[in-house]
């Protein structure tokens, strides 16, 4: 399939270790966060959310952070395995997930044996 | 359960014509915006449907536009293509507008040339 990866920020991080992936946005009245991840010929996929009266949200492996003084958002992923090779991206929405989503520029994760 | 799908997955056109995606929304949802995902960038918002109206919009031109059926299916046109809507168009599903998150399809790949 193509790739959605090109020109994208890239992390490259070993087999088990812990991957941070990081993210600024830009509406300060956005109100609902999602992480989203996009493996190459397919649409993405719901990894995390969180609302902005939260700071931390952890679910299965993963961990989003929001920061809404500096409007930064973060996913953690633990034990990172290759099946977590993929674009990341974040978005926002000021609409408690009613309005349309905006989309952040992605980052690649590839995931070295 | 089938989730989001979208037809075609490819497809050629020409500078000036114009062409018809499909999608048909998760089972059980109500709602589906429309992005669109330029190679390397992330997905930016088109509309949303919801009751078969278009209830938000993003910045695009009038060439572009949609419909949703009473099934909650959608359609999105494009007229007078240009070679700079050569990207993959993303159709997500939601239900009551997105509150309880979204579901992407897999896409369509749309050429001009």
């Known amino acids: 399939g193509e790739s959605v990866g090109l020109h994208l920020p890239t992390l490259s991080v070993q087999e088990g270790d812990n991957s941070i992936i990081n993210c600024a946005y830009s509406?300060?009245?956005?109100?609902?966060f999602i992480w989203y991840k996009q493996e190459s010929g397919k649409g993405p996929q719901f990894i995390i959310d969180i609302r902005s009266n939260m700071d931390k949200r952890q679910g299965q492996r993963v961990t989003v952070l929001l920061n809404k003084t500096v409007k930064h958002l973060s996913l953690q992923i633990a034990a990172t395995q290759p099946g977590d090779s993929a674009v990341y991206f974040c978005?926002?929405?000021?609409?408690?997930?009613?309005?349309?989503?905006?989309f952040g520029k992605g980052t690649h994760l590839i995931i070295q044996p | 359960d089938a989730g989001v799908t979208q037809s075609p997955t490819h497809l050629i056109k020409t500078r000036g014509q114009q062409v018809t995606l499909r999608c048909s929304p998760k089972s059980g949802h109500d709602t589906v915006s429309w992005y669109q995902q330029a190679l390397g960038q992330g997905p930016q918002f088109i509309f949303q449907?919801?009751?078969?109206?278009?209830?938000q919009r993003g910045n695009f031109p009038d060439r572009f536009s949609g419909h949703q059926f009473p099934n909650y299916s959608s359609e999105l046109n494009v007229n007078a293509l240009l070679l700079g809507d050569s990207a993959l168009y993303l159709c997500a599903s939601s239900l009551d507008r997105g509150h309880g998150g979204y579901t992407f399809g897999s896409g369509t790949r749309l050429t001009v040339v």
């Open positions: 509406n300060s009245a956005s109100d609902y």
């Open positions: 449907y919801y009751e078969e109206e278009e209830r």
């Open positions: 978005a926002e929405s000021p609409g408690g997930g009613a309005d349309g989503l905006t």
